[in-house]
């Protein structure tokens, strides 16, 4: 079985566009979770989606938002980029929304 | 707040025993993870802990005391391929887990 696969695996974008990541769950997994991970710290929760619906968001900004499709798969969306959103973007699924996480590869995103 | 306290940084000799200690608030406590992570990746699953006591996993032990808010991570035989970010993590039961900033072990050789 696949594991939990992040696209792009990199990305570099100016200040002020936007970007779109992008997150496949392992398969029978139904929650998605977004972290964002700055370099020297541990990752940071941003959005939880499952069954389609947000079940929780951490202290980001309106600037980030997301969504989870039918097939489960997840996007996470930043806009007005800031030189402070470079980190590594890391995507988490479980069956349930709790229990153990699987985390993919993560987009890391450079903003320039 | 939910503060998760680790070391920053432990380096040991490649054969020996590190332990990682994690602290972190008892309220809303629904289990605790460990992952690690090498330098550019991401996390890959130790161990979760939901009781008191310990749990082994080969050469890797994790210990959980609920009532002192305290859990440990122990790495036994070192490998040089141990070298990475240990995280620490707790579930509150509110969606999401809280990690620690991460303990760097370096190994020696």
């Known amino acids: 079985d696949a594991g939990v696969t992040q696209s792009p695996t990199h990305l570099i974008k100016t200040r002020g566009q936007h970007v779109t990541l992008r997150c496949s769950p392992i398969?029978?997994?139904?929650?998605v979770s977004w972290y964002q991970q700055v370099l020297g710290q541990g990752p940071q929760f941003i959005f939880q989606?499952?069954?389609?619906?947000?079940?929780g968001r951490g202290n980001f900004p309106d600037r980030f938002s997301a969504r989870q499709f039918p097939n489960y798969s997840s996007e996470l969306n930043v806009n007005a980029l800031l030189l402070g959103d470079s980190a590594l973007y890391l995507c988490?699924?479980?069956?349930?929304?709790?229990?153990?996480?699987?985390f993919g590869s993560g987009t890391r995103l450079t903003v320039v | 707040g939910q503060n998760i306290d680790q070391p920053t940084e432990m380096t040991a000799t490649e054969g020996a025993i590190v332990q990682i200690n994690c602290t972190y608030q008892?309220?809303?406590?629904?289990?605790l993870f460990w992952y690690q992570q090498h330098a550019g990746e991401a996390p890959t699953f130790l161990s979760y802990n939901v009781l008191d006591g310990l749990e082994e996993k080969g050469r890797f032990s994790s210990f959980l005391s609920r009532s002192k808010g305290y859990s440990y991570l122990l790495l036994k035989e070192l490998q040089m391929k141990d070298s990475a970010s240990y995280l620490c993590?707790?579930?509150?039961?509110?969606?999401?887990?809280?990690f620690g900033a991460g303990t760097t072990v370096t190994v020696r050789a």
């Open positions: 008892t309220s809303g406590f629904n289990g």
């Open positions: 989606y499952y069954e389609k619906e947000e079940r």
């Open positions: 988490a699924s479980s069956s349930t929304g709790t229990g153990v996480y699987t």
């Open positions: 398969s029978g997994h139904k929650s």
């Open positions: 993590a707790v579930d509150f039961n509110d969606y999401k887990l809280s």
